[in-house]
């Protein structure tokens, strides 16, 4: 599965954007899919997780009741709806898909399959 993460850009503290996560050349139903973002000079982080259904999503704390993670409605589309940005959200997210339900371990990035390419969040006054 090829993925590709869109819909990144420069915005100022407190505004919001939304992510997107789309398959190409295959679809994105059955996988558990997950956020995660990496700025510079730091590790990748876990950000957001949401099952194949869409019925059970999970956050990092540093972005619970700020972000939300949704599948669209044919669930081949992945979505992060990013409120409140802080300049500390700034990285470049991923958005990463597993052909495992990872109900415990979905943190762990080392156990997705595939990854998107990555999109830019600047967040800057």
């Known amino acids: 599965v090829q993925l590709q993460a869109s819909g990144g850009g420069l915005v100022q503290p407190g505004d919001s954007l939304r992510l997107s996560c789309a398959p190409s050349?295959?679809?994105?139903?059955?996988?558990?899919m997950g956020w995660f973002r990496q700025a510079p000079g730091k590790e990748r982080e876990f950000v957001a997780a949401?099952?194949?259904?869409?019925?059970?999503?999970n956050y990092a704390d540093s972005v619970k009741g700020r972000f939300i993670v949704s599948r669209g409605n044919a669930k081949n589309t992945v979505y992060l709806w990013m409120n409140s940005l802080k300049p500390e959200d700034t990285a470049v997210y991923y958005c990463?898909?597993?052909?495992?339900?990872?109900?415990?371990?979905?943190?762990?990035?080392?156990?997705?399959?595939?990854w998107g390419q990555g999109t830019q969040v600047t967040v800057s006054s």
């Open positions: 949401i099952n194949w259904s869409g019925d059970t999503t």
């Open positions: 990463a898909a597993s052909r495992s339900p990872l109900n415990f371990n979905y943190g762990d990035y080392q156990l997705y399959d595939y």
């Open positions: 050349g295959r679809t994105l139903n059955g996988y558990f």
